[in-house]
């Protein structure tokens, strides 16, 4: 998707079952409510570091495993990721925002590691919207 966006708009690829990879150029900083919802076969998506707000964009991504969002983004809506039951690791670069995304701590969710800056990960850890899954909260990698 061109940098010439600002934002990517509602609904724009809702139920694109044959979309498998997103990349988004630098410059866009908003991803609208259900962008990508039911993209099915998605697999892989690329962020940019431009991004800083993703209102529940990609859920019911039924073949996303995995998913990193970069420092820059400072607001993702909470029913972000709902229904990724293929989901298996999240990312966060941010280094400086706790975020809360609800399905992450459902009981469906399989989700097997969330990374976090590793100055964040004790305020991770001992947050009562993620203490539940702590034993899934490492550190991000170098």
Known sequence: IPKSFEYIPQEMFK???SLSS???DEGITNILPSAFQQCEALTQIFLPNSLEKVYSAFTGCLSLTSITYPENVKEIEETELWGCSNLRTV???SKN???YLRYLTNAECQLETLYVQPNLLNAY???DDWK???DKIKPTKK
Do not use: E, N, P, S
């Open 132 to 134: 539940q899954i702590a």
């Open 91 to 93: 990312t966060f670069k």
């Open 125 to 127: 850890k001992t947050h």
């Open 15 to 17: 139920c694109c079952t």
């Open 97 to 99: 925002v706790v975020y």
């Open 22 to 24: 997103v990349t988004i």
